[in-house]
């Protein structure tokens, strides 16, 4: 149930936030004291509004305990701080939301897990399509991100018809993969190593761990110490090759790892391909 | 169909704060979607209504008791947001821009509710030194218990924190503070539980750690890898600790001086798991 059921708390909700963002001088005002008090004459000179205006503003701010004074400098309270960083991270993922509106709309997001209910680290995030000249774009920026990485965790539905590249880059460098995919594909990964194995130059892996997809996760995303990338299907239930959002912000991959630790729980029991991969032990490689 | 204000929210966008007031935000755009929303009732109600089912007209009317054509008005100011669809039957449904939106939303509420539990602790420290992207993220302390020395009990917050990391096995801190007695207590729990301790201080802390009684114990330790120790330059007043027992929080006063008075205490899996996630999200940024 949402917090619409407290009607107290909904109401006072609905006048604070129309308080504090309807006015363009008082948001300015509350600009000016983040990051230290300062005197209507300072406020003045950083905002060029008159000075009857922001007295007006700094009177109705203090009159409803958004803001202290002390000798004549004006303080925001740590409460107001604290709501202001929340509106402010909420715009970020409204304009994400705003941005890729379409695109999400045709995305089926049947999603229910708690990290979708902040989604301001997606701010900033690049969706790539495929185009007539360039058919295989998305596939290629998926690809890319299954490559070139320390660590690598993700869900994906698919066998990459790359996967020879992919699967050998894995196996001949120092990284780590902790995947959940279906089982057919985990069957066909393990098959790949197998066959690789005995082929590869030299194999510095530290580790591949697959789970299997057992809670029919509908959606797609890698995350790696490089990037974020996310995936969805279509509403008619058809997996989207054609588009992709990307992001390389450090909050963005904070962000996946967070997903991925949500679905990571869903799912059954990791399988370490340890064994396959280095069939005679470790030895002078570990 | 567009209207023109809610085209203008689509598109316009329009920076009305420079960024340099609010540190650490950038690309800050407009508030004008969460205006939208928020600036009327029937809008906002129709949008959680429609986030718990797909509905027809006639069914909103019922349940708002309004006329049609205010019903009308406010499902297509939402429309042109693209935050609700029509569908071929005529009911109308939450589109997922719409979903993701309320969830945030929601969780918005939740902060604004619950900031008050919060109001007490947070004003009587200081919070300046502590970037925005964990102060955001302190949120998660929402649900703790204010744990106050007494007049009967003057040492009650230190005296519960060294009771719950005693029992500890897996302990994570971030320490802008030393303390013989915190260190003693860590270091009794380590060897009782055979536990592991992951740290992040900074280098002056690290020396007086080196310095004290349990020098040959924590380089031992080290070794051994039951310690692994992060030194930064600088770090945000948060004195931060959680294992697999408790969550706590402790801030300063001001910039230097700590309060050991009043401490913030999480219990619970779900609250714990949180309180990892914020030490690890806090230690991939600052290390």
Redesign the interface.
């Known amino acids: 149930m949402t917090n619409l059921s407290n009607e107290e708390n909904f109401l006072k909700f609905q006048e604070d936030i129309k308080f504090l963002i309807n006015s363009e001088i008082r948001l300015k005002i509350l600009g000016c004291l983040y990051n230290s008090g300062a005197s209507i004459k300072q406020i003045e000179a950083k905002t060029n509004y008159s000075y009857s205006s922001i007295l007006d503003n700094i009177n109705k701010l203090e009159q409803k305990e958004f803001i202290y004074n002390i000798d004549d400098k004006f303080y925001l309270y740590n409460k107001t701080r604290v709501k202001l960083i929340n509106i402010l991270y909420f715009n970020k993922s409204a304009k994400f939301l705003r941005e890729n509106a379409d695109f999400l709309n045709r995305s089926l997001l049947d999603i229910n897990i708690d990290i979708i209910k902040d989604l301001s680290a997606l701010d900033g995030s690049r969706l790539i399509e495929s185009t007539s000249t360039d058919l295989f774009k998305a596939t290629e920026i998926f690809q890319r991100s299954l490559m070139g990485f320390k660590f690598l965790k993700g869900i994906f539905p698919y066998f990459h018809p790359r996967h020879h590249d992919i699967i050998s880059y894995w196996i001949d460098n120092d990284c780590t993969v902790e995947l959940i995919l279906p089982d057919e594909v985990s069957e066909a990964v393990k098959n790949f190593i197998i066959d690789y194995v005995p082929k590869s130059p030299g194999i510095k892996n530290r580790f591949v761990k697959l789970k299997p997809n057992d809670h029919n996760i509908q959606f797609a995303f890698t995350v790696s110490d490089k990037c974020l990338v996310l995936a969805f299907y279509t509403k008619s239930g058809q997996f989207n090759q054609n588009s992709v959002l990307v992001s390389t912000n450090p909050e963005a991959i904070t962000f996946g790892l967070k997903l991925f630790e949500e679905y990571e729980q869903l799912c059954g029991p990791y399988v370490s391909l340890e064994d396959i991969i280095y069939p005679n032990g470790r030895g002078d490689n570990y | 169909m567009c209207h023109w204000k809610t085209l203008f929210?689509?598109t316009e966008g329009g920076i009305?704060?420079?960024e340099e007031?609010?540190?650490g935000?950038c690309?800050?755009?407009?508030?004008n979607?969460?205006?939208f929303v928020?600036?009327s009732?029937l809008r906002?109600?129709l949008l959680?209504s429609l986030?718990?089912s797909s509905k027809s007209i006639k069914e909103l009317e019922g349940e708002f008791n309004r006329k049609s054509g205010n019903i009308s008005r406010g499902l297509n100011e939402l429309m042109s947001c693209?935050l609700i669809?029509r569908l071929p039957n005529k009911l109308y449904v939450i589109?997922?821009?719409g979903?993701?939106?309320?969830?945030?939303?929601?969780?918005?509420?939740?902060?604004?509710?619950n900031?008050?539990y919060?109001?007490e602790f947070?004003?009587n420290?200081s919070?300046r030194s502590i970037p925005?992207?964990f102060?955001?993220e302190l949120?998660i302390f929402y649900g703790s218990t204010l744990v106050e020395s007494t007049i009967t009990e003057f040492a009650k917050p230190i005296n519960m924190y060294l009771e719950n990391i005693r029992k500890s096995t897996y302990i994570c801190m971030i320490l802008p503070v030393f303390s013989k007695l915190f260190m003693d207590a860590i270091a009794e729990a380590l060897i009782e539980h055979d536990g592991y301790l992951d740290i992040i201080t900074t280098k002056n802390i690290y020396d007086l750690i080196i310095k004290s009684d349990n020098e040959k114990l924590f380089r031992s330790l080290m070794r051994d890898k039951k310690i692994n120790l992060y030194i930064v330059e600088d770090m945000p007043n948060i004195f931060f600790t959680v294992t697999d027992v408790f969550g706590s929080l402790f801030l300063f006063y001001d910039d230097v001086v700590f309060d050991n008075s009043q401490m913030l205490l999480l219990d619970g899996e779900s609250n714990l798991n949180d309180a990892y996630?914020f030490y690890?999200?806090f230690k991939?940024?600052i290390v």
């Open positions: 929210i689509l009305i704060i420079s007031f609010f540190e935000i690309d800050l755009a407009d508030f979607l969460l205006k928020v600036s009732e906002l109600r959680f986030y718990e693209k669809e589109s997922s821009i979903f993701l939106l309320v969830k945030n939303l929601e969780n918005l509420m939740f902060y604004f509710d900031i008050n919060f109001e947070s004003e420290h919070l925005n992207k102060l955001k949120s996630r690890r999200f991939n940024e």
